[in-house]
């Protein structure tokens, strides 16, 4: 995995990008590859021209043309003590909390045949790429980041959570207004779902059980988010119940440790530090995990490195250190702020 | 038991001596909210309580609790009880559930859905509450359950400023003889986790609304509970059936709210137009020999020996003409105010006066 590569998507990874989108059971048809000012969408591809390993699309700002839902998962007590009652019952409010927020969205990778730490390395890669072009652009999104894990789904593709809640308001077929209009079914449906706090208590036991729960396959995406710095925070999605992961973003140890450094080249020899190093513009990002050294304000990369990054020295990329090491970085470089 | 003839019933307030059969009643009376609680000293409590407010100089305070028994004379026994509580939660809150309805529509789904919820509310806190509604079996098929409920009417028309200008009563929901309910199965035991019997023990005989305040304050999504519970929403309890018939020929309203706990019917209605109370006069009775009219709910203005029965009677003539047993039967003797409404109302005569004459210019 050492030649993984991530790249703007073009025209002709739409095909095997609707499949992978499929296969990770998202809404997969009329996939365009940019539908809104500010919008990325990312591949993960097995060295320069291999094949297309992930998908993710950064967006700016969602929700600011069709409204987006979530419900919001309270807690309410009742109690009385003389009667030595103690009841918690969790609560759901549908509402529009996380309008204006910057999105990780339409996240899907290769899983058949996959190992998980392979997963996990180009799940890695992706998420990290996403935070280097939000630190890149900060006043270009927003102070919080959203990323919707999908829910528990039956063989058939159907969520309980939507079978004990969503059903029993709105008859259409999810999966088919899936088909039919995409993600924006959602919002459709939203407008005939409870407006009021519903008591999750009143659900199905298979509707409660997948209330902020991860389909099993996504564990993984969902361990490399929390890696990142994203938590749940008690919200869900409208059709599968799965959990909603959020961060403050200039909390997150990649915005905040992303440079700009000025490329340079080194030896082949010689230990280095693992970095995430992103160079292009807006319709071209490449980015590469490689064994870099930093010295002066300057960023040196092996041959082979440069070439997979599709950058020359003398050129400024964004960098930051790949894990969570850092403290590490050492000083140099130039902040978002500084960019 | 032979068909028992009109004027043979008597309704008057309870006595400390009719324990024993208001004990005997609430053995036999139907679980539920309305029920009279199966234990000699809190009905002994509640016959206290109804005599002082049936004897009380004092200004109403909204605490009252009125207690009235059907006797058959005939037979020289109770077989019927009813009551009135002047303001319903009375120091506290009175909650039901309100039924609303919301449209929710999706124009890209094509779709549009009447969404049916309940709303916990306090909407009938200070209504006065008809209670404790029952009739033995073997008189439910004759006039004496209509003696039984309406004559409350004439003693809430005599006493008005007694009670409020709107009333209700709580009818039972549907639950079988072990007080289980689908709706309180459906409701209720998420936020108790035990029968509505067992609740209502554990409360100890302290207000309802102490239970109630549990219960979420959230509406409710009919569309999210079992369809038995939905089906229960409004309901009667077969027990239920001849005294909410009575309210509902009344004109009291039944889709606007539920009881929190069984999901039965709550019937409302503004005081002043209920048939019963559009059709009574106040009248001056005159003894005949022989009893001849129609039938009339008759009852005496007097709140403490308050009587009432069922007489034949004329009020063509701008007094009360009615025969001497009936006057005995209420206590009073020839020239006493008495109060009367049509035991059978001629739904030609809706909204207008009876017999010509409007409730009051009949007073003497």
């Known amino acids: 995995m050492n030649h993984l590569r991530i790249r703007t998507a073009v025209a002709d990874d739409l095909g095997v990008i609707s499949a992978l989108l499929a296969d990770c059971g998202r809404p997969s048809g009329d996939v365009v590859l940019s539908d809104t000012a500010g919008e990325s969408l990312l591949v993960a591809e097995s060295g320069a021209g291999g094949a297309v390993l992930g998908c993710l699309r950064l967006r700016a700002a969602i929700g600011l043309v069709l409204p987006r839902y979530w419900y919001h ?50 799940l890695n890669l992706l998420v990290q790429t996403a935070l280097l072009l939000i630190a890149r652009r900060r006043e270009g999104f927003a102070s919080h980041l959203i990323v919707e894990l999908p829910g528990p789904r039956d063989a058939a593709g159907q969520a309980p959570f939507w079978q004990g809640l969503g059903r029993q308001f709105c008859r259409r077929d ?29 659900l199905s036991s298979a509707a409660q059980d997948a209330i902020a729960h991860v ?7 969902q361990d490399v988010l929390e890696a990142a ?111 | ?69 059907l006797e058959d004379l005939a037979r020289g026994t109770v077989i019927g009880t009813s009551g009135i509580a002047a303001s319903a939660g009375f120091h506290d809150r009175f909650y039901s559930y309100r039924n609303e309805f919301a449209v929710h529509t999706s124009e890209p789904l094509n779709e549009s859905n009447r969404i049916h919820t309940l709303h916990l509310c306090h909407d009938l806190t200070g209504y006065t509450l008809l209670t404790s509604f029952y009739i033995e079996p073997d008189y439910a098929d004759t006039v004496a359950p209509q003696l039984l409920s309406r004559g409350r009417l004439l003693f809430i028309r005599e006493f008005a400023a007694r009670f409020a200008d709107r ?147 004329d009020v063509s003539g701008g007094e009360l003409m009615l025969d001497a047993a009936a006057l005995a039967r209420l206590g009073l003797a020839d020239g006493a105010t008495l109060r009367c409404a049509p035991l059978v109302i001629d739904e030609a005569d809706e909204g207008g006066d009876c017999g010509g004459i409007s409730a009051e210019e009949g007073a003497v």
């Open chain 1, 73 to 122: 998962v309270g807690c309410t007590v009742h109690a009385a003590k003389d009667l030595q009652l103690f009841h918690r019952q969790r609560t759901l409010l549908l509402g529009n909390n996380h309008t204006g927020a910057s999105e990780l969205a339409d996240v899907a990778w290769a899983r058949s045949g996959v190992p998980l730490a392979e997963q996990a390395a180009v």
């Open chain 1, 174 to 202: 999810p999966l088919l207004a899936r088909e039919q209009f995409g993600d924006a079914w959602r919002a459709h449906a939203a407008t005939l779902l409870p407006r009021q706090t519903v008591y999750a208590s009143f």
């Open chain 1, 215 to 221: 389909a099993p396959f996504s564990r993984v995406l």
């Open chain 1, 229 to 339: 710095g994203m938590r749940y925070s008690h919200h869900i999605s409208i059709d599968d119940g799965g959990p909603v992961l959020e961060a403050d973003v200039d909390t997150l140890g990649t915005v905040t440790a992303g440079r700009l450094w000025s490329l340079v080249q080194r030896d082949a020899t010689g230990p280095g530090m693992p970095m995430l190093v992103v160079h292009g513009d807006a319709d071209n990002w490449h980015g590469v995990m490689a064994q870099a050294v930093l010295h002066g304000g300057r960023l040196a990369l092996q041959p082979d490195d440069l070439v997979r990054l599709g950058a020359q020295a003398g050129e400024q990329v964004w960098a930051a250190p790949l894990r969570s090491d850092f403290a590490a970085l050492p000083a140099g470089g130039h902040s978002a702020t500084d960019a």
């Open chain 2, 1 to 69: 038991m032979n068909d028992p003839s009109p004027s043979q019933f008597v309704l008057r307030p309870c006595a400390p001596d009719d324990l024993p059969a208001i004990e005997r009643i609430a053995a036999a009376s139907t679980f539920g909210i309305n029920s009279l609680p199966p234990d000699r000293g809190l009905l002994s409590a509640r016959i206290e309580r109804s005599l002082h407010a049936f004897q009380t100089q004092d200004d109403a305070s909204g605490e009252e609790s009125y207690l009235f028994v």
């Open chain 2, 167 to 313: 009333i209700a009563a709580e009818t039972p929901g549907l639950c079988d003889s072990l007080g289980h309910s689908p709706f309180w199965d459906a409701v209720g035991r998420r936020f108790f986790n035990m029968d509505y019997p067992q609740a209502e023990r554990l409360a100890g005989g302290r207000s309802k609304s102490f239970i109630a305040e549990l219960l979420p304050h959230s509406p409710i999504y009919v569309p999210l509970l079992p369809e038995d519970a939905q089906w229960a929403i409004g309901q009667l309890h077969l027990d239920g059936e001849l005294p909410f018939s009575i309210l509902l020929d009344e004109g009291f309203d039944a889709d606007t709210y539920i009881d929190v706990f069984d999901g039965g019917p709550t019937v409302e209605a503004r005081v002043a137009m209920l048939r019963t109370v559009r059709h009574t006069q106040r009248r001056r009775a005159r003894a005949t020999s022989a009893a001849h009219g129609d039938w009339y709910l008759v009852a005496g203005t007097q709140r403490e020996g308050f009587r009432a029965t069922l007489a034949q009677a």
